[in-house]
């Protein structure tokens, strides 16, 4: 993210500790804070996968200051390109969020403006699933791609992912402290705890549970038993 507003002011000038929640439905991932900064960066292995039913679902985007003492301030969300769409919000012209048919899939890395000012650039790949349900692998890597992946390490080190490894990480964002699990690149050191391997990486496949049939016996149903799922 580039130029975002600034929500904290000392001697030094205004700054933000931001962070970035996504939304796509009913799922929502939050990044990992950054401190005092307009500019801050998280790198491709902050990452999670959505599943999206219909290309028309609204994207969310936003974008928060973190605060110790007080509600978190919102620096702004991403809105779709263009001034011509735009939604009423509580009686007032704003810019309308985008959705999934903004993005292009051609194109993996795009640069949303900001309602309050700022730019915010997110790498999308879409992935589909065929009708076998099988989707290609996608395991974690660092930031800088290193060709050796993660592996795993007793290095007690924080995550990058949550900043887990210190009783102050810990209190900031609440993870996953004291998990046994830790993975590191042998190359550039990128590490990530057991939590955030299993949590926080994209999927690499998809399983589908589907309800065929199901029978209530007639005496239960003239009770008014009914079939739930």
Known sequence: ATALPAADFGFAGGSSDPYVVVKIGGKSWQSLRRM??????WGRAHAMDFLVYHME??????????DLLSKD????????DGETSRAKDHGKEA???PRISDLDESQDEKEWELNEGGRLKMICRFREISDLLVAEPFFLNCNNRCH???QPTKNPRACHLCGEGSVLNMMRCG???GDPGRYECPTCGFRCCGRCWAERRPASALLRVCLREGLVPLDDAKNGVVLGV
């Open 148 to 150: 050796e992946g993660l």
């Open 57 to 66: 679902q609204k994207l969310f985007v936003d974008v928060y200051d973190s």
């Open 36 to 41: 005092k900064t307009l500019n801050p960066k």
């Open 95 to 97: 810019p309308r969020r």
């Open 175 to 177: 993870a996953c402290f």
């Open 73 to 80: 301030d919102l620096l702004g969300y991403v809105c779709a």
